[in-house]
T-cell receptor
Framework: NAGVMQNPRHLVRRRGQEARLRCSPM?????VYWYRQLPEEGLKFMVY????????ESGMPKERFSAEFPKEGPSILRIQQVVRGDSAAYFC???????????????FGQGTRLTVV | GENVEQHPSTLSVQEGDSAVIKCTYS??????FPWYKQELGKRPQLIID?????GEKKDQRIAVTLNKTAKHFSLHITETQPEDSAVYFC??????????????FGKGTLLTVNP
């Protein structure tokens, strides 16, 4: 089991460009979460997706940010017209499908470190 | 929404001593409380978790306690070793019935274990 795979590991963008971050969940996992970690801060929830559905996007900035998790392929976090304040580590986590009951462990990827210059 | 406070922000101990990190949460509906360890430049890794139907859980040198009434939970590391040095995050979430499982994290504790 390859674990949660994120790419790229490091991404440098100039102000105004677009950033696309990819996340492939663990095999058998259909729940994906994106978190942002600013320098020396905790992780902040951004969005929770299942295949082809956005379940909770309460942590997403209202503009420039979008996320998808298509039927085929990885989940994508897209940031348009990046600004310096977008520089952060973006982590993806996945967990198995659950109908009822408690959480199971969320497994994190290695993260994508975005630097906006 | 949920709010998680974590203390202390930094903790320095001598090798072999114990370390305790404390967190409080605000949402009484939260019922799942994981702890993550993050080494510099690496992913957060789950080290232990506790659900609201138990008060204490232990795994070798690591233990977690939960006080639902007071809405606080703590991480205890005994016989600390230099390789325990990292940032530790507590988190809280609701779970069950297919509802969302987003984690609300504390701001982290930088633990340094001095040889």
């Amino acid at each position: 089991n390859a674990g949660v795979m994120q790419n790229p590991r490091h991404l440098v963008r100039r102000r105004g460009q677009e950033a696309r971050l990819r996340c492939s969940p663990m095999k058998g996992h259909s729940h994906v979460y994106w978190y942002r970690q600013l320098p020396e801060e905790g992780l902040k929830f951004m969005v929770y997706l299942q295949k082809e559905n956005i379940i909770d996007e309460s942590g997403m900035p209202k503009e420039r940010f979008s996320a998808e998790f298509p039927k085929e392929g990885p989940s994508i976090l897209r940031i348009q017209q990046v600004v310096r304040g977008d520089s952060a580590a973006y982590f993806c986590a996945s967990s198995p499908s659950r109908g009822q009951g408690f959480n199971t462990e969320a497994f994190f990827g290695q993260g994508t470190r975005l630097t906006v210059v | 929404g949920e709010n998680v406070e974590q203390h202390p922000s930094t903790l320095s101990v001598q090798e072999g001593d114990s370390a305790v990190i404390k967190c409080t949460y605000s949402d009484s509906a939260s019922n799942y409380f994981p702890w993550y360890k993050q080494e510099l430049g690496k992913r957060p890794q789950l080290i232990i978790d506790i659900r609201s139907n138990v008060g204490e859980k232990k795994d070798q040198r690591i233990a977690v306690t939960l006080n639902k009434t007071a809405k606080h939970f703590s991480l205890h590391i005994t016989e600390t070793q230099p390789e325990d040095s990292a940032v530790y995050f507590c988190a809280a979430s609701r779970a069950g019935g297919g509802s969302n499982y987003k984690l609300t994290f504390g701001k982290g504790t930088l633990l340094t274990v001095n040889p």
